[in-house]
């Protein structure tokens, strides 16, 4: 069916007769009946070739001098390759949590020595959990006075030597440590 010659966003989009509905597929032109307000939403729609893509429409409402909807103008943007990175990248930060977690090393990120990640190997070795890793400036805290100076200089020239020295735990007990570092 068409209105004023033009078939329906769902016939264009999805190849349906049927407008789209549900939780997870609702009708922008709906939403905005129910709202009054724009919408953006995610949809999966069918390219000419018939493949699936995901697209993001923006659907907005354009008023009348009352305020009343007069019309719907929706634009849709293929976002497929940008959701695809997104879960290829998802999925190697999971293999790389699982591989960090089986590992007996400590292993933790940081920026200018400000832990931003952690396996739970450095979090047993120096006693904290995990999250109160996250944040802290590992240099200061968790290494001996004598060796902070050569730390901050090694890892400013990015040098992935490995050098030795003391680290210090939650409960103040002191052990020897390797540390590598890698940008």
């Given at each position: 069916?068409?209105?004023?010659?033009?078939?329906?966003?769902?016939?264009?989009?999805?190849?349906?007769?049927?407008?789209?509905?549900?939780?997870?597929?609702?009708?922008?032109?709906?939403?905005?009946?129910?709202?009054?307000?724009?919408?953006?939403?995610?949809?999966?729609?069918?390219?000419?070739?018939g493949n699936d893509m995901i697209?993001?429409?923006?659907?907005?409402?354009?008023?009348?001098?009352?305020?009343?909807?007069?019309?719907?103008?929706?634009?849709?943007?293929?976002?497929?390759?940008?959701?695809?990175?997104?879960?290829?990248?998802?999925?190697?930060?999971?293999?790389?949590?699982?591989?960090?977690?089986?590992?007996?090393?400590?292993?933790?990120?940081?920026?200018?020595?400000?832990?931003?990640?952690?396996?739970?190997?450095?979090?047993?070795?120096?006693?904290?959990?995990?999250?109160?890793?996250?944040?802290?400036?590992?240099?200061?805290?968790?290494?001996?006075?004598?060796?902070?100076?050569?730390?901050?200089?090694?890892?400013?020239?990015?040098?992935?030597?490995?050098?030795?020295?003391?680290?210090?735990?939650?409960?103040?007990?002191?052990?020897?440590?390797?540390?590598?570092?890698?940008?």
């Open positions: 069916s068409t209105v004023n010659g033009c078939r329906h966003c769902h016939q264009l989009s999805h190849g349906s007769d049927i407008p789209c509905s549900g939780d997870d597929h609702p009708c922008p032109m709906a939403e905005i009946l129910r709202t009054g307000k724009t919408v953006t939403m995610e949809h999966v729609h069918v390219d000419a070739e697209v993001e429409i923006v659907a907005a409402p354009i008023v009348d001098e009352a305020g009343n909807i007069d019309q719907i103008v929706e634009s849709c943007r293929d976002i497929t390759l940008r959701r695809r990175s997104e879960n290829r990248l998802e999925e190697s930060e999971q293999r790389y949590r699982m591989l960090s977690e089986v590992t007996m090393e400590g292993i933790c990120f940081n920026e200018d020595s400000v832990i931003i990640d952690a396996n739970d190997a450095f979090a047993d070795m120096f006693g904290y959990q995990r999250i109160e890793l996250i944040g802290m400036d590992a240099v200061q805290h968790l290494i001996e006075a004598e060796y902070k100076s050569d730390i901050r200089r090694i890892v400013r020239s990015n040098s992935d030597e490995i050098y030795e020295v003391i680290g210090i735990r939650k409960d103040g007990t002191r052990f020897p440590a390797e540390i590598e570092g890698r940008s």
